[in-house]
């Protein structure tokens, strides 16, 4: 985080696929644009709030939160805290998408010729 007397903006860089933070008393984190990442808190306690949302999360320690929009959603600590942000998944392309739909629909051996049928 910057300095007092830095005043730069801070936004975190959402191009991780796993970041750990370790969070001071009152400290913040804005997290731009993270649908979909996973923020887990691993010790203290943690607030999350969204741009645009009435709701405020607090996460215990083991309690793990899915960013549900876009936008700025700040991270603060309660107490000394350690933090994760992480990806739920990544993003199939349309080959995957459809491979995995028939997968579902005829079953694994509908897309692999290896196989014969038998599961």
């Known amino acids: 985080m910057p300095l007092q007397d ?3 903006e ?3 860089d959402m191009t ?3 970041t750990k933070y ?3 008393p009152y400290e913040g984190l804005p997290l731009e644009d993270a649908r979909g990442r996973v923020v887990t808190c691993v010790a203290g306690v943690a607030w999350l709030t969204m741009e645009g949302d009435t ?3 607090v996460l215990a320690p083991g309690e793990s939160f899915t960013i549900d929009r876009d936008g700025l959603t700040l991270l603060a600590a309660q107490q000394p805290s ?3 942000v992480s990806v739920a ?3 199939q392309s349309w080959w995957q998408r459809a491979v995995a739909a028939l997968a579902r629909v005829y079953g694994p051996a509908a897309i692999r010729a290896e196989r014969t049928g038998v599961y």
């Open 6 to 8: 830095d005043v730069r």
């Open 10 to 12: 801070y936004t975190m």
């Open 16 to 18: 991780r696929l796993h």
């Open 22 to 24: 370790r969070l001071n």
């Open 55 to 57: 709701r405020d999360v």
């Open 82 to 84: 350690v933090v994760t």
């Open 89 to 91: 998944r990544r993003a």
